[in-house]
């Protein structure tokens, strides 16, 4: 005779458990490429667009950060009530230096350069992090180019973006000159400001804050591992950090930070940010012929303070990761 075999039930709470779980598909971040930009969902949902074509330079906007805000400036893609339109060429999310070779690639207009995108080497969509890998010139108003790029951006599931950028002495010497105008840039919701505008006067306002404990209209030409900017939007307590890594040059990086919501790393503007007019040539970087530089960055968006969204930590585990 065989024996009986007794199936075996699971306890009540583990089949919950195991129906909760969701499916790898919705954690999934998809890149999706169109004529001028590549569209990042998040589990079906926009956080950012990729915008590469007839524009001065790519840049992500807009950016969805926790809970659903938007998290950058509008202006000047779209026209939207109660923002200053100051600084057009702060555009949402961007790289950009205000010296290369003697060219301005940091404005925009008549008498700036371009960032021109050339093609893409590796767009990949995947379960926690979407890869985008792009090749650029950076073109003079008189048409040269004076050096390209390779830069890597990383889309997370959890809402943070790296951006590996590798300057490229292709053409020649790279001669990246000492200015504040730069570099690894994003723009704020107007909200979020230090220093609110005419029309949000007396409401509460943003914080910034340094890694080294600097905070506010302080922290602008300072240097320090990350930097963290936060406040109101869309009735939650939301920020940003920008993350400098240790291999970057020059790290740990100074602050191109202003309390009007422009926040910039930027290793470049030494005799700006050290008040050393005399010397305008003092953080310049020289690339040699055939040779090149990278830099590695993070976007960390989170909820509440600097505290509240464990930058520091953040920040360590990045570090420590390897990546």
């Given at each position: 005779?065989?024996?009986?075999?007794?199936?075996?039930?699971?306890?009540?709470?583990?089949?919950?458990?195991?129906?909760?779980?969701?499916a790898?598909?919705?954690?999934?971040?998809?890149?999706?490429?169109?004529?001028?930009?590549?569209?990042?969902?998040?589990?079906?949902?926009?956080?950012?667009?990729?915008?590469?074509?007839?524009?001065?330079?790519?840049?992500?906007?807009?950016?969805?950060g926790?809970?659903?805000?938007?998290?950058?400036?509008?202006?000047?893609?779209k026209?939207?009530?109660?923002?200053?339109?100051?600084?057009?060429?702060?555009?949402?999310?961007?790289?950009?230096?205000?010296?290369?070779?003697?060219?301005?690639?940091?404005?925009?207009?008549?008498?700036?350069?371009?960032?021109?995108?050339?093609?893409?080497?590796?767009?990949?969509?995947?379960?926690?992090?979407?890869?985008?890998?792009?090749?650029?010139?950076?073109?003079?108003?008189e048409?040269?180019?004076v050096?390209?790029?390779?830069?890597?951006?990383?889309?997370?599931?959890?809402?943070t973006?790296d951006?590996?950028?590798?300057?490229?002495?292709?053409?020649?010497?790279?001669?990246?000159?000492?200015t504040?105008?730069?570099?690894?840039?994003?723009?704020?919701a107007?909200?979020?400001?230090?220093?609110?505008?005419?029309?949000?006067?007396?409401?509460?306002t943003?914080?910034?804050?340094?890694?080294?404990?600097?905070?506010?209209?302080?922290?602008?030409?300072?240097?320090a591992?990350?930097?963290?900017?936060?406040?109101?939007?869309?009735?939650?307590?939301?920020?940003?950090?920008?993350?400098?890594?240790?291999?970057?040059?020059?790290?740990?990086?100074?602050?191109?930070?202003?309390?009007?919501?422009?926040f910039?790393?930027?290793?470049?503007?030494?005799?700006?940010?050290?008040?050393k007019r005399a010397?305008?040539?003092?953080?310049?970087?020289?690339?040699?012929?055939?040779?090149?530089?990278?830099?590695?960055?993070?976007?960390?968006?989170?909820?509440?303070?600097?505290?509240?969204?464990?930058?520091?930590?953040?920040?360590?585990?990045?570090?420590?990761?390897?990546?």
């Amino acid at each position: 005779m065989f024996a009986k075999v007794r199936p075996q039930l699971l306890p009540v709470a583990a089949v919950f458990a195991i129906l909760s779980m969701p499916a790898t598909a919705a954690d999934a971040v998809k890149l999706t490429e169109g004529e001028k930009s590549v569209r990042v969902e998040l589990n079906g949902q926009l956080f950012t667009q990729y915008h590469f074509k007839d524009v001065p330079r790519p840049y992500c906007y807009p950016v969805i950060g926790p809970g659903g805000v938007h998290m950058t400036r509008h202006a000047p893609m779209k026209k939207v009530e109660n923002e200053d339109p100051d600084h057009p060429h702060h555009r949402g999310l961007w790289y950009a230096h205000g010296a290369v070779n003697g060219s301005d690639f940091w404005a925009e207009g008549a008498k700036s350069g371009k960032t021109v995108h050339v093609k893409f080497l590796e767009l990949k969509s995947g379960d926690k992090v979407a890869t985008l890998r792009s090749a650029n010139k950076w073109v003079t108003i008189e048409g040269k180019t004076v050096c390209t790029d390779e830069r890597t951006m990383r889309f997370h599931a959890d809402r943070t973006i790296d951006l590996d950028i590798t300057y490229i002495a292709s053409e020649g010497e790279v001669v990246l000159g000492d200015t504040k105008e730069g570099s690894c840039s994003i723009r704020l919701a107007e909200t979020m400001r230090l220093k609110p505008n005419k029309f949000n006067a007396g409401k509460p306002t943003g914080q910034i804050v340094l890694s080294t404990g600097v905070t506010g209209a302080q922290t602008w030409g300072k240097r320090a591992a990350w930097c963290d900017y936060y406040g109101p939007n869309e009735g939650k307590t939301v920020g940003v950090a920008i993350f400098d890594h240790p291999s970057n040059p020059k790290h740990p990086t100074w602050w191109h930070v202003r309390d009007y919501g422009l926040f910039s790393a930027n290793p470049f503007g030494v005799h700006d940010f050290e008040s050393k007019r005399a010397e305008p040539n003092l953080g310049d970087i020289k690339i040699e012929a055939g040779k090149s530089l990278t830099w590695k960055y993070r976007y960390y968006f989170h909820e509440g303070d600097e505290k509240q969204g464990n930058v520091a930590a953040r920040y360590a585990d990045w570090t420590q990761s390897g990546k």
